[in-house]
């Protein structure tokens, strides 16, 4: 039986996964979600009384958790991120964890340069680097991540998942710092997946990243979620992008 674990982005708790995970159940497969280290209180909790040390993560400090993880797993999962969380199973998978990895609207390798719309979302945060934590607003949430969700329903999910984030990560995946891959042909399977509708990571971003694995004969495949937002797991119409993922699972790891 096939494991999966599912490893979320910046500013989410990890339940933001609950209705994939409760699908691959349901679709045969073992599961884990694994929060980042500092988050696994509610999402009010930590609004309300951040932990300090949430600030001092790096990509670097996230892939030697998650690695400790699957290197003390009886098998190697696949693995499954969104956002930030995609570019860490592409950063894991480069170092040989997981059996193969599905990266959702992941945020740009090294090398990757967004086009204009997708830095003005990240600005605000680029240009505070003396802060160690950044919340999102309300606004910015519905209109850069989770504008594919109806305006009453923005909120309420706002209040279930976001969190403060560590400045610091946003600044290395700006600076090219620890976000490298090698991708080539003896490495696993990996499927990106873009959303149209994203303004956060702009599907043409994940298309690059295609482009850029398959040139060096890396094992990557794409699938393209029309008119969907940053927010594709959770959204609207998140069920056909989900048996997408898992469908592609079955065909490459069982």
Known sequence: MTHLLFVHGLRVTSNCWDPFRERAEQRGFTTTVLPWPYLDKPAADLRRDPPAALGGLGLEELVAYFGDHIRAAPEPPVLIGHSVGGLLVQLLIDRGLGRAAAALDPAPIRGLLPPPGGLLVHAPVLFRPWRKLDLFSRRSWARDFAN?????????????????????????????????VRPGPGKPPLLLVAGTGDRTVPASIVRAAHRKYQRAGAPVEFLEAPGHSHWLIAEPGWEVIADGVFDWVKRVAE
Do not use: I, K, W
């Open 148 to 180: 594919g969700l109806p305006p009453e329903e923005s909120d309420a999910v706002y209040d279930a998942h976001v969190v403060p984030a560590p400045t610091r990560v946003f600044r290395q995946a700006a600076m090219g710092l620890h976000n490298g």
